[in-house]
């Protein structure tokens, strides 16, 4: 299976997304290819970077990319947006997939808390998609949501 994490800069949330998918799809054995992608391209920020570091996620080797730079880029089985903006953006993808959408604030300019705030949702909601996927689910935004933020 090929998932796609689509955000705006791809400098930030997806990053972390995708980082926290492949981490959980080894642990719990799950063929799962991840990519990450932004609507526009800039850079991975220093603060996802420290972040995810904390977790024993480095992001060394993550670079800030648009969907044309990903493999097979119209060829994903699942899209998953993280930030609003990607949402509104993504019925633009032209390719037959399914889509989830979760929404995650942006930590830019907020302290490093807010950012592990993020990263924690990020990894729980991550987790939950894995195992829902390990047992051929795919689960909706709702429930993506619930194991993210727990309301």
């Known amino acids: 299976m090929r998932l796609l994490v689509l955000c705006t800069h ?9 980082a926290w998918l492949k981490h959980f799809a080894q642990e719990l054995g799950v063929d ?3 990519h990450s992608a932004g609507t526009e391209k800039t850079y991975v920020k220093e603060e996802a970077q420290r972040a995810m570091a904390e977790v024993g996620l ?8 648009t969907l044309l730079e990903v493999p097979d880029p119209w060829n994903f089985h ?4 993280v930030c609003d903006q990607a949402k509104e953006a ?3 993808y032209p390719a037959r997939t399914l889509k989830r959408h979760v929404s ?15 990263r924690d949702a990020l990894g729980r909601m991550s987790l939950f998609l894995v195992r829902n996927l390990k ?4 689960p909706s935004d709702e429930a993506l949501a619930q194991a993210a933020w727990g309301a």
């Open 90 to 92: 993504c019925p633009a």
């Open 135 to 138: 047992e051929g689910q795919v």
């Open 104 to 118: 995650f604030p942006d930590p830019t300019g907020k302290p490093l808390e807010e950012w592990r705030r993020v």
């Open 10 to 18: 791809n400098s930030a949330r997806s990053q972390m997304a995708e």
């Open 78 to 81: 699942l899209v998953l947006t």
């Open 32 to 34: 799962l290819e991840v």
């Open 58 to 65: 480095p992001l060394e080797g993550h670079r800030s990319k």
